[in-house]
DNA sequence: GCTTGACTTAAAGTTCACTTTAGGTTGTAC
DNA sequence: GTACAACCTAAAGTGAACTTTAAGTCAAGC
């Protein structure tokens, strides 16, 4: 099967510029063209689009992501150096969703501490509570110095 | 205990610029002036910093920190508002982290394939493996329309 | 054969979130 | 009292990743 750019846009949920962006800036080395100069992008070429959209997605810059693709079209000698990407990059995923963890936990809180305000009617009803009185997973995010948190 | 701007930039991590880049967005609506025109940042201030971190952290704009900050400072009557842009942004964490897991689980899988690659010293090593060959949790990844992987 | 929608390019424009620059003021240390 | 680092503002500049525009070409349906 063999898709034009508006037809592999679409499987990726972006629009047809952003790939001939992408193909502008070598990041689809592999893409072959039509004899009037039309992309044709194969089933194994939207593979490669899938990488390139995780890389995207994980936080890899276009010009990281042309040097892994240009490794790959390199072939065996870059082994190593594409090993070494893919475990730096996902180093940093394993970092990046610990850190979400702790945006998740402190929106959970603040969630639940605008919760206990709407039920009360006001952020008047923190004023009282002891740090007992909180629950003790949330405790963590309450600062002595803060009235409104 | 007060901080400067420079002060404060040290504790979260980012240029004094950005932080009066921040109060130029109106993103501290809290912030207080020396007589002199000299920001002061009081713990419960850093607080906020660390509220406004939490919601760039995660994805939101500096027009919609704007916005919660804003009501913030109306005091009980957003309540609800408030608690509506915790409980969205709370959802929207929770995709991206699983996001994240697919984006990792292919990154594991690369991981695995370019140590069996280098371990055999080409990548031609796939080529004369089965599906049943690939450990089975890395099965899903493989596109037989694709050699290389 | 002609319309129409999707394709092509190069180049300019946009958005976001800072960052830098220029010129000036403040406050602590000697 | 003077040096010097850190503060201040307004405004211009930057870099990343697209997005839009303009002018033209291609291919399927009538």
């Known amino acids: 099967m063999i898709y034009t750019v508006g037809e592999a846009a679409k499987q990726l949920n972006v629009t047809p510029s952003t790939l001939r962006y992408y193909d502008k800036e070598g990041l689809l080395p592999f ?23 995780c890389l995207k997605k994980t936080g890899m810059s276009i010009k990281g992501i042309k ?10 000698s870059t082994i190593d150096d594409r090993l070494a990407i893919m475990g730096s990059q996902r180093d940093s995923v394993v970092q990046q969703m610990q850190e979400m ?3 998740l936990d ?25 740090l007992e009185d909180f629950p003790e997973h949330y405790r963590k995010f309450i600062d002595p110095a803060k009235k409104n948190q």
Do not use: P
């Open 31 to 53: 893409l072959e063209r039509s004899g009037s100069g039309i992309r044709m992008f194969r089933d194994e070429d939207m593979s490669w689009l899938k990488m390139i959209d």
């Open 67 to 76: 040097h892994f693709m240009d490794c790959c079209m390199e072939g065996d």
């Open 101 to 103: 963890q702790e945006m």
């Open 106 to 130: 402190m929106l959970n809180f603040k969630c639940w501490y605008y919760q206990t305000a709407k039920d009360a009617g006001t952020c008047t009803v923190f004023d009282t509570m002891a």
